[in-house]
């Protein structure tokens, strides 16, 4: 696609509920991000997809929260068992990567507009 | 641990200045530095992005600068308009691909 698209765009769900968000990064591009900015809060790093591994989980939250990606292209993340401090917009982003583990600083990271998700 | 520090929180001024927005960083092993700019309910939109060995890029009304050694960007806005309004958000590309952002300053153009 032209950008990097998310669904659904607004979420209520109540406390305790399973909850997915989905990514589909532009074509073409390897390298997927998920980050999440909390209410009046910075945006936080969550996990990175090469391909279909993820090289870095270290700021999933904690064990209720899992991300897959499939095909190379698009991207889920779960949240289990929602709780209200889980409460912010979920951003997605993509970018062209290099082969392996060798990194182009010059990729550029395109985001998606957002998962609103809020937890009552 | 990488920390990225945005200097005014939020900023506001008449059409048409000039004016500078600071990002500091306290790590200089960065692959990159990148200015985005967020709009209210609205995702990221890049700026501009400065490679480590690179010391500006320039895009329209925008230059951003990089002082990798001192930790250290500035985005400069030329002859602003309305339109600028926005969150500006600075972030710092790490090893790994990982992003670290700063907490962004709000600019408002006052017509």
């Known amino acids: 696609g032209a950008g990097v698209s998310q669904s659904p765009s607004n979420k209520v769900t109540e406390k305790g509920k399973d909850v997915e968000l989905r990514c589909d990064p532009i074509?073409?591009?390897?390298?997927l991000y998920w980050y999440r900015q909390s209410l009046g809060q910075g945006l936080e790093f969550l996990i990175y997809f090469q391909g279909n591994s993820a090289p870095d989980k270290s700021g999933l939250p904690s064990d209720r929260f899992s991300a897959e990606r499939t095909g190379g292209s698009v991207s889920t993340l779960t949240i289990q068992r929602t709780q209200q401090e889980d409460s912010a917009v979920y951003l997605c982003a993509s970018s062209l990567e290099a082969q392996g583990a060798y990194l182009i600083s010059g990729n550029t990271i395109y985001f998606g507009e957002g998962s609103w998700l809020t937890v009552v | 641990k990488q920390e990225v520090t945005q200097i005014p929180a939020a900023l506001s001024v008449p059409e048409g200045e000039n004016l500078v927005l600071n990002c500091s960083f306290t790590?200089?092993?960065?692959?990159?530095l990148q200015w985005f700019r967020q709009d209210p309910g609205k995702g990221l939109t890049s700026l501009l992005l400065?490679?480590?060995?690179?010391r500006e890029q320039t895009s329209g009304r925008l230059n951003a600068s990089l002082d990798k050694s001192s930790g250290r960007s500035t985005l400069y806005i030329a002859a602003s308009q309305p339109g600028d309004s926005a969150t500006y958000l600075c972030a710092v590309m790490m090893g790994a691909q990982k992003l670290v952002f700063g907490q962004g300053t709000r600019l408002t153009i006052n017509p």
């Open positions: 790590d200089s092993a960065i692959y990159n």
């Open positions: 400065i490679q480590s060995s690179q």
């Open positions: 074509s073409g591009h390897t390298a």
